[in-house]
C-alpha cells in the first residue's frame, strides 16, 4: 500500500518570494507522482504530474517539482508567488502495478501575503 | 465544453433520509470516483467504477451506494447509515491506465439539518 505525508499544514509566505511544498511517499513498488491545486469551494485541478524520465517536472502555473526517488519525495517549488496562487495543494501518488486508485496526502494551504 | 458536471452545488439532508448526489461526465472516461473531503483530512476514496454495471468499494464505503448504468453518469446515494455525512464530495473521472490524470468535477457540499 502507498502513503503519502505533506510535511507543512499551512505555508504563509509574501507575494514574489519563492516557495516549496514538501512531500514524502511511502510504497514497496515504484509510482507515479502528481500535484493538484484546489481554490476554496472548487474540484482539483492538476499542476504537473511525474511518471517517467527527467526528475524535473514543470507544470502550469510557473509550478515545477523534481521526484527524488533515494529521499521518495516530490517537493513542489515556485520561484515567485502571486496572490492568486492562495489555495491548497495536494500531493498524490500511484503505483505502477496494480490498482488505478489514487492515494492522497491532507493538504498544504499556502497563503499568500501581499 | 467537455467536463465533468456535479449537481447540486449545496445539499441539505435531514435526520433518516436517504439523498442523491449527480455525476455527470462528458469525456469519454471509463473511469469514475467519488471522494470524501474533510479539512485537514486530505480526500479520501468512497466508491470507484472502471467500467459500466461495475463498481468497487473505496476506503470508507460504508453508509454510501453507488450505480453505473450509463458511461457517463455516476450518481451516488448518502444513506440514513452514514452516521456522519457533513462533508465536500467530489466526483473524477479518468481514461483507463495507470498513468492517467483524474479530472474532478466542482464537488457539492452536504450538510445535515
Known amino acids: 500500500a502507498q502513503s503519502v505525508t505533506q510535511l507543512d499544514s499551512q505555508v504563509p509566505v509574501f507575494e514574489e518570494a519563492p516557495v516549496e511544498l514538501r512531500c514524502n511517499y511511502s510504497?514497496?513498488?515504484?509510482?507515479?507522482l502528481f500535484w493538484y491545486v484546489q481554490y476554496p469551494n472548487q474540484g482539483l485541478q492538476l499542476l504537473l504530474k511525474?511518471?517517467?524520465?527527467?526528475?524535473l517536472v514543470k507544470g502550469i502555473n510557473g509550478f515545477e517539482a523534481e521526484f527524488n526517488k533515494s529521499q521518495t519525495s516530490f517537493h513542489l517549488r515556485k520561484p515567485s508567488v502571486h496572490i492568486s496562487d492562495t489555495a491548497e495543494y495536494f500531493c498524490?501518488?500511484?503505483?505502477?502495478?496494480?490498482?488505478?486508485?489514487?492515494?492522497f496526502g491532507k493538504g498544504t494551504k499556502l497563503t499568500v501575503n501581499p | 465544453d467537455g467536463g465533468i458536471t456535479q449537481s447540486p452545488k449545496y445539499l441539505f439532508r435531514k435526520e433518516g433520509q436517504n439523498v442523491t448526489l449527480s455525476c455527470e461526465q462528458n469525456l469519454n472516461h471509463d473511469a469514475m470516483y467519488w471522494y470524501r473531503q474533510d479539512p485537514g483530512q486530505g480526500l479520501r476514496l468512497i466508491y470507484y467504477s472502471q467500467i459500466v454495471n461495475d463498481f468497487q468499494k473505496g476506503d470508507i464505503a460504508e453508509g454510501y451506494s453507488v450505480s453505473r448504468e450509463k458511461k457517463e453518469s455516476f450518481p451516488l446515494t448518502v444513506t440514513s447509515a452514514q452516521k456522519n455525512p457533513t462533508a465536500f464530495y467530489l466526483c473524477a473521472s479518468s481514461s483507463r491506465g495507470l498513468q492517467e490524470t483524474q479530472y474532478f468535477g466542482p464537488g457539492t457540499r452536504l450538510l445535515v439539518l
Open positions: 510504497s514497496s513498488v515504484s509510482v507515479y
Open positions: 511525474y511518471l517517467s524520465g527527467s526528475t
Open positions: 498524490a501518488v500511484r503505483s505502477q502495478g496494480g490498482s488505478e486508485k489514487l492515494v
